[in-house]
């Protein structure tokens, strides 16, 4: 089955910086988009930025300039470097895609299991 698979979460400072990494595994067709996302406890779960196939961005307003989404098509890998992290970034993170596969010819979203990062001194 599909699966997406992140890495790179954990503990940073204040000023600090954290890449995270969201690998797609599985027999796929394509992947068009692919993002982040974070859940706070007792709130939705927000867009942090998002990566077209033609290399598109879109970040939350909250994480622009400080934040760069970037994807390695040959890997189906999206990275998520956080630079500047505050207390405020600490959450739950979540990889998405959206992509065809046998059990989705046409198209589906995926997520991950989600990845933590806490940004404490």
């Known amino acids: 089955q599909v699966q997406l698979v992140e890495s790179g979460g954990g503990l940073a400072q204040p000023g600090g910086a954290l890449r995270l990494s969201c690998a797609v595994s599985g027999y796929i067709f394509s992947i068009n988009a692919m993002g982040w996302y974070r859940q706070a406890p007792g709130k939705q779960r927000e867009l942090v930025a998002t990566?077209?196939?033609?290399?598109?961005?879109v970040y939350a307003d909250s994480v622009k300039g400080r934040f760069t989404i970037s994807r390695d098509n040959a890997k189906n890998t999206v990275y998520l470097q956080m630079n500047s992290l505050k207390p405020e970034d600490t959450n739950v993170y979540y990889c998405?895609?959206?992509?065809?596969?046998?059990?989705?010819?046409?198209?589906?979203?995926?997520w991950g299991q989600g990845t933590q990062v806490t940004v404490s001194s």
């Open positions: 990566i077209s196939s033609g290399d598109s961005t």
């Open positions: 998405n895609a959206v992509l065809k596969s046998p059990g989705n010819l046409y198209g589906a979203n995926y």
